[in-house]
């Protein structure tokens, strides 16, 4: 039986979503939680790979049992482990799927969030949640500037460092960028991303509102086809996997 359970999660203290030897993951605490309830060895797919410092609020996963158990009980047993392995992790949302269903391969586009809180004075209830940025960042410019981005293109400016992709041509199916209170938030979806590329776009906007970049220099950037003519890369905290399609 196969079971598709979407996730939510603290990246703070996390090495990331997969499994390594240097801190626990997403992966390595849901495998030792189904393994606790269960008593089965079951290997946790997820449908992205969430870097370290970086959250979700709604990562999707599959997992196989020989044992055919309700919804209610895979869930419920999952989040007691997980509170008793002290987790940053709750699963929100369980559901049994054909075998066919696979948490990465089945999804159709991803969905992105970053959050910059805009103001003086950082925020103590949001560290680790927000990229505090203090100076006044213009809005206009920064939904200008995301305008080049929109659509297919080689991203290799907006391309990480170890990147493992075979290409850097994707398309950027959304990328709006709204003033909620003292925060901007920018929402981002594609079918897939390269790695660091949603950081490194945020990065190289932020730039463009606090008026080191101009709007179109995001179109110069994107020609140029070179990682060092873009701006920074914003920080993980402000990152989260929002929603997975299928």
Request: charged letters at 25%; one cysteine or more; aromatic letters at 10%.
């Amino acid at each position: 039986m196969r079971y598709k359970i979407t996730v939510e999660y603290d990246g703070t203290n996390l090495v990331g979503w997969q499994k390594q030897k240097d801190g626990p993951s997403v992966q390595e605490f849901l495998e030792k939680a189904i393994t606790g309830f269960s008593h089965q060895k079951a290997d946790v797919f997820g449908a992205g790979r969430t870097d370290a410092g970086v959250h979700a609020l709604g990562q999707v996963a599959h997992f196989d049992l020989d044992t055919d158990l309700s919804e209610y009980k895979i869930q419920e047993s999952l989040n007691a482990l997980l509170r008793e392995l002290q987790a940053p992790i709750a699963v929100w949302q369980t559901e049994k799927v054909n075998n066919d269903f696979h948490a990465r391969f089945s999804a159709i586009g991803r969905g992105y969030i970053y959050r910059v809180l805009n103001r003086r004075g950082n925020s103590p209830l949001r560290l680790n949640r927000v990229w505090p940025v203090s100076y006044n960042l213009d809005l206009a410019a920064m939904q200008e500037g995301a305008k080049y981005l929109l659509g297919y293109h080689d991203f290799t400016s907006f391309r990480g460092a170890g990147c493992q992709a075979n290409s850097p041509l994707k398309t950027l199916d959304k990328l709006d960028i709204e003033r909620v209170n003292d925060e901007i938030i920018f929402t981002v979806e594609a079918r897939s991303f390269l790695y660091h590329q949603v950081r490194n776009m945020v990065g190289t906007l932020v730039q463009v509102g606090n008026g080191k970049l101009a709007p179109t220099d995001v179109e110069r950037i994107l020609a140029a086809k070179d990682r060092a003519q873009a701006g920074i890369s914003a920080p993980a905290c402000g990152l989260y996997l929002n929603k997975v399609m299928y």
